[in-house]
């Protein structure tokens, strides 16, 4: 057997093991600071995004791309990135204003919000937090994608449950 195979396998299984061992660790953090499961969704997805980059990267390492032609690939790839970000400013006022929607806003999935606008309130539950969007559901089951740097902006009731 080709000592690239076990490598590659000895990665897969590295990745796996790192994954089942971050749950575990966001388990326990989740406990003991009483986080809510959904405020726990983010980090993790983030998490996973990073170590499955690095398991492609190191598997196409093992698979002989030279390092100073991954090294380019990598760095080109984040500067296009970067240089998208930069162009969007919304985009990157999107991903920063998640992080604070869930580091310390008081809207949890599942709650009934009302978004105050000056022309037309939005009514609905809170059906997810993404890194860009956060989407609502109202009570006709239309989902509205309301975007994250408007959702901190503007005055968020939080209506009592009946």
């Known amino acids: 057997m080709d000592i690239r195979v ?34 726990m969704r983010p980090i993790l997805k983030f998490i996973n995004l990073v ?7 190191i598997i196409i390492a093992i698979w002989g791309v030279e390092q100073t032609k991954l090294l380019t690939f ?3 790839v984040l500067a296009v990135i970067g240089i998208a970000l930069f162009a969007q400013w919304s985009i990157l ?25 000056k022309e037309y309130d939005i009514t609905g539950r809170v059906s997810d937090i993404g890194l860009f969007y956060v989407i609502m ?7 509205i994608m309301i975007p994250n740097n408007l959702f901190l902006q503007k005055a968020t009731k939080i209506n009592s449950e009946k």
Request: net charge positive.
């Open 74 to 76: 990598v760095t080109s």
């Open 6 to 39: 076990v490598e590659t396998i000895l990665a897969i299984a590295s990745f796996f093991i790192l994954r089942f061992a971050t749950i575990k660790f966001l388990s326990k953090i989740q406990n003991k600071y009483d986080y809510s499961k959904y405020r």
């Open 137 to 143: 559901k109202t009570e006709t089951d239309e989902k």
């Open 51 to 57: 170590a499955f980059i690095l398991l492609i990267t």
């Open 93 to 117: 006022s999107n991903i920063s204003s998640a992080l604070i929607i869930f580091i310390s806003h008081p809207v949890k999935l599942g709650e009934s919000v009302t978004i105050i606008d």
